[in-house]
């Protein structure tokens, strides 16, 4: 396989880094607005191309932020009774009267249309914290590696993002990332750490999504690789996995464990703009060259001042 064009890249980017939430609130924003402000009595064609396009992309948001299911269902139902009335035009006050005086009609639809702000404005402020990235407090001498092939690489000679991180930091890295490996398998990367100490980063799951892994079953095997994972003595960090649409219980069920094992995640927004960047990728997954040393400087930007500058050592972790 090819890396992508740049127009399926910026549509991986926008769908598996959660922007089309974004975009599709304020499409549907725009439409309210237009209707709020729109006294003609019938619906005009800009205005319906408008309408239409908020249902496709808000159809796509509902199965695409790793949002509570109770509030997806309920943000579709509020969701219909909007569309319902905006394929109505709005009721114009009496042409003959001294006063405006609004009809029951108009000041119900104003109500829903600002309801529907406000619950926007509900769903970003829990969306929110999930792009907030807070670096780990302690200095980090020793970082425990898991993952897969997009950490590993495809073969043995590739100059991966933890081989050059302990080239760019006072760090000893400990890589035990394999190439196709599951949360299942991840499970043996753990065992060769043994109970080593310090900063563990994990980028795990993204096989068990794209195998199709029932969610469940995804679910039970990425709480016991945490249960083993979390020791004490131990930070742990996740990469939060980017979302195709239709897959936000997987996203959903990851935030679940991490928080209940006090896991930080990585925000998908930031692991997709690497996958997502021009030459990043040899085939749209596996990172090049390039797309290894954006990792690479991704992990140090995040880290930030807790990594001393220098030059550390790295030791390759394999079962015999």
């Known amino acids: 396989m090819e890396e992508p064009n740049a127009l399926i890249r910026w549509t991986i980017f926008v769908f598996g880094g959660g922007d089309i939430a974004l975009l599709g ?48 269902i309920a943000t579709f139902a509020l969701l219909v009774l909007v569309l319902n009335e905006l394929r109505l035009p709005p009721q114009a006050s009496a042409p003959d009267s001294a006063v405006s005086i609004r009809s029951p009609r108009t000041s119900h639809r104003n109500i829903l249309f600002f309801s529907s702000f406000a619950w ?6 829990i969306e929110l914290p999930f792009h907030i990235w807070t670096s780990p407090t302690e200095l980090v001498s020793q970082i425990l590696v898991i993952g897969d092939s997009v950490t590993a690489g495809l073969n043995d000679g590739e100059d991966t993002w933890p081989k050059q991180l302990s080239r760019t930091a006072e760090v000893e890295v400990l890589d ?7 949360l299942k398998s991840a499970r043996q990367q753990n065992s060769l750490l043994s109970d080593r100490k310090g900063l563990v980063i994990l980028e795990i799951g993204g096989n068990d999504l794209l195998e199709g892994l029932p969610v ?5 095997d990425l709480e016991q690789l945490l249960t083993e994972v979390v020791q004490s003595g131990r930070s742990v960090v996740m990469f939060e996995l980017p979302l195709p649409p239709l897959c936000a219980r997987y996203g959903a069920a990851q935030r679940r464990l991490a928080r209940r094992f006090h896991v930080s995640l990585i925000p998908k927004r930031r692991f997709c703009k690497v996958l997502t960047s ?28 807790r990594l001393r500058i220098g030059s550390g050592t790295y030791e390759r972790l394999e079962r015999r």
């Open 25 to 72: 609130a304020l499409v549907i924003a725009a439409a309210v607005v237009f209707s709020l402000c729109s006294g003609k009595s019938q619906i005009t064609r800009p205005f319906a191309i408008i309408r239409n396009v908020a249902v496709g992309l808000i159809l796509v948001c509902c199965g695409s932020p790793p949002l509570p299911i109770w509030f997806q």
């Open 120 to 125: 926007l404005l509900t769903a970003a402020a």
């Open 176 to 182: 035990a990332s394999q190439p196709g490996a599951t």
């Open 216 to 220: 469940k079953r995804f679910e039970e």
């Open 278 to 305: 021009k030459g990043a990728t040899v085939d749209g997954i596996h990172l090049s060259a390039r797309g290894q040393t954006q990792m690479m400087e991704l992990i140090r930007s995040l880290l930030g001042d």
